[in-house]
T-cell receptor, first 111, second 115 residues
Framework: GENVEQHPSTLSVQEGDSAVIKCTYSDSASNYFPWYKQELGKRPQLIID?????GEKKDQRIAVTLNKTAKHFSLHITETQPEDSAVYFCAASITGNQFYFGTGTSLTVIP | SAVISQKPSRDICQRGTSLTIQCQVD?????MFWYRQQPGQSLTLIATANQGSEATYESGFVIDKFPISRPNLTFSTLTVSNMSPEDSSIYLC????????????FGPGTRLTVL
């Protein structure tokens, strides 16, 4: 089955700096890659996703890049704010099938 | 996105007992899933709840321990049976509108503590 690795496990950045979280996957058939943000005590919330037919997607301060050849994808958050502090999970799946989640990255934005 | 609710939001139970968690969606969805999230950990899929047929369980999870019902396209239940302290966790349902729509949305979760 699919194996998703996520790095780093913890990340601290100064407010206003950028944060990058990286994930690798093993199954070349995976074609959908969502990112979820989970604040303490809350449910995971989808923040951005990308499908395998594109290499990059942006939504305001958040972007995701996908390298299908290398089988890795990354989340980029620019101009970080304290409210970006949360645990972020990547996932990989094949359409219509289960999600395989990464182990999570705890992001702390220092004011 | 769908509006998803779960009941109860939290519970404290004695070992050996069972708890049934409900997941309600405000619109019909094709796919419903049940996850477990242990403290500080990632999300682990327990099973896919299939409407009108038996749930599909992931490796390490069995129907006798985690029976699941899916009577219609907006509702599902997960029962945690014969609980032990190791079952203490957050249980989340998630939904996907159609089998070809990848996006999953999560319910608020049920925080279970087993004493």
């Amino acid at each position: 089955g699919e194996n998703v690795e996520q790095h780093p496990s913890t990340l601290s950045v100064q407010e206003g700096d950028s944060a990058v979280i990286k994930c690798t996957y093993s199954d070349s058939a995976s074609n959908y890659f969502p990112w979820y943000k989970q604040e303490l005590g809350k449910r995971p919330q989808l923040i951005i996703d990308i499908r395998s037919n594109v290499g990059e997607k942006k939504d305001q301060r958040i972007a995701v890049t996908l390298n299908k050849t290398a089988k890795h994808f990354s989340l980029h958050i620019t101009e970080t704010q304290p409210e970006d502090s949360a645990v972020y999970f990547c996932a990989a799946s094949i359409t219509g099938n289960q999600f395989y989640f990464g182990t999570g990255t705890s992001l702390t934005v220092i004011p | 996105s769908a509006v998803i609710s779960q009941k109860p939001s939290r519970d404290i139970c004695q070992r050996g007992t069972s708890l049934t968690i409900q997941c309600q969606v405000d619109s019909q969805v094709t796919m419903m899933f049940w996850y477990r999230q242990q403290p500080g950990q990632s999300l682990t899929l327990i099973a896919t709840a299939n409407q009108g047929s038996e749930a599909t369980y992931e490796s390490g999870f069995v129907i006798d321990k985690f029976p699941i019902s899916r009577p219609n396209l907006t509702f599902s239940t997960l029962t945690v049976s014969n609980m032990s302290p190791e079952d203490s966790s957050i249980y989340l349902c998630s939904v996907s509108k159609t089998s070809s729509t990848d996006t999953q949305y999560f319910g608020p979760g049920t925080r279970l503590t087993v004493l």
